[in-house]
């Protein structure tokens, strides 16, 4: 770092990129709320300078998230530019244009640096852990990739205690050098939503009577074709009043999930996919209207519908494979994804027993006080001030 009193603010440079990518992904949703905990954790302590640095041509769209002490740093190139830049293995070392700092790259890989440390977060490893449920040409550059950059980081951050142990286990890394930075439920969206509110979001969406509700993209790591399959299972005087709705953002490799909904249908079952129909807006209402919110998916590095489902008040069923036991606690009806009569039992105690989803509910108020965005800020701020020698 540069010369200065002990009590200058430690400068910190951010990979914007995730927050001004044509497609909002997953990893920009952590890295809005994680930098708007920072951004007011900097207004109280005023001991971190942090530039977000954005493609040209972007600055507009980072200054919408309205930072009001991260102030935005412009790359010289666009984000196209980069990408090929990036794929290629041709980006310079960024700090000898944009300057000497400790760098944050919130998206799994990092850029060359001359002459500053940084940190690296890697949100799961389902190239490594499972790459037959992953696209295989993005899984090989991931591997390559994601490998490079964590073990040439100063730190590494996981968002779960199994995730952190995962990355030592497969980059070899020495424990010290992977720090947990976690998630958690933005509550000023994800609240119980009124009665109205429901009603309208279900009559918008074509949802009738009772459901349950299965959030995430149409793909073989989110089980839903198992599931599926399972509620077809569920005696008939349970089955017969519920919709299973599953939303998500896009599809991959979706075959196998829409012929099972497509027999379940055949079969006379309810099964609707909402796939790319559910606006961001409507989320909170759709898990406060059902009966329980279903994740059995075979991976995770973290998983953040059982805890949005939790923050509206909604029961949850979740696979008891990778982190989805830590990360929901007592307060989830756990299952093994591979059996689909056990899927199956547990969608019918939940849809059954009034006391259990009472029990699960109240347990999911109490779990997710474990997931706060100021506690996330708190230890990555941690993490620059020790590679800044603080």
């Not at 890295?31 to 001991?47: M, V, Y």
């Not at 200054?63 to 310079?92: D, E, N």
């Not at 923050?311 to 756990?334: K, Q």
Request: hydrophobic share 45%; proline share 5%; aromatic share 8%.
């Amino acid at each position: 770092m540069t010369a200065g009193a002990a009590s200058d603010p430690v400068r910190l440079v951010i990979d914007g990129k995730p927050l001004v990518a044509p497609h909002f992904s997953g990893v920009g949703n952590y890295t809005q709320h994680l930098l708007q905990a920072l951004d007011a954790r900097i207004g109280e302590r005023g001991d971190i300078d942090a530039r977000l640095a954005v493609p040209f041509g972007t600055a507009s769209i980072a200054r919408s998230y309205g930072f009001s002490r991260i102030r935005t740093l412009r790359m010289p190139a666009t984000f196209a530019q980069f990408q090929r830049l990036q794929q290629a293995g041709r980006v310079p070392p960024m700090d000898l244009i944009l300057g000497r700092a400790v760098y944050f790259f919130p998206d799994f890989s990092r850029w060359p640096l001359a002459r500053s440390r940084c940190i690296t977060a890697v949100h799961d490893l389902c190239f490594e852990a499972v790459p037959d449920m992953v696209d295989e040409a993005n899984g090989a550059y991931l591997r390559t990739a994601v490998r490079e950059s964590a073990t040439t980081s100063d730190l590494v951050t996981a968002l779960t205690h199994g995730m952190q142990e995962e990355i030592v286990k497969f980059y070899g890394l020495d424990e010290a050098r992977v720090r947990v930075v976690s998630c958690a439920a933005d509550e000023k969206r994800f609240y119980r939503r009124s009665d109205g509110e429901i009603a309208r979001v279900k009559h918008q969406l074509g949802i009738f009577g009772d459901y349950l509700v299965a959030v995430g993209n149409l793909e073989p790591r989110k089980n839903q074709a198992a599931l599926i399959r399972a509620f077809t299972r569920v005696d008939p005087t349970v089955s017969d009043r519920l919709t299973l709705v599953i939303a998500g953002a896009g599809a991959w490799r979706d075959a196998e999930t829409r012929e099972a909904a497509d027999a379940a249908i055949a079969a006379g079952h309810k099964v609707r996919l909402l796939i790319g129909e559910v606006v961001a807006r409507d989320l909170p209402a759709l898990y406060s209207g059902a009966t329980a919110s279903v994740y059995v998916s075979w991976y995770e590095g973290f998983g953040m519908p059982p805890v949005e489902s939790m923050a509206t008040g909604t029961p949850v069923i979740a696979g008891n494979r990778s982190v989805l036991p830590e990360v929901t606690g007592d307060a989830a009806l756990l299952v093994d994804p591979g059996d689909e009569a056990a899927i199956a039992d547990a969608l019918q105690r939940i849809c059954t027993d009034a006391a259990l989803r009472a029990d699960l509910t109240a347990r999911g108020y109490e779990n997710i006080t474990r997931y706060r965005w100021e506690t996330a800020a708190d230890a990555l701020a941690e993490c620059v001030h020790e590679l800044a020698g603080r």
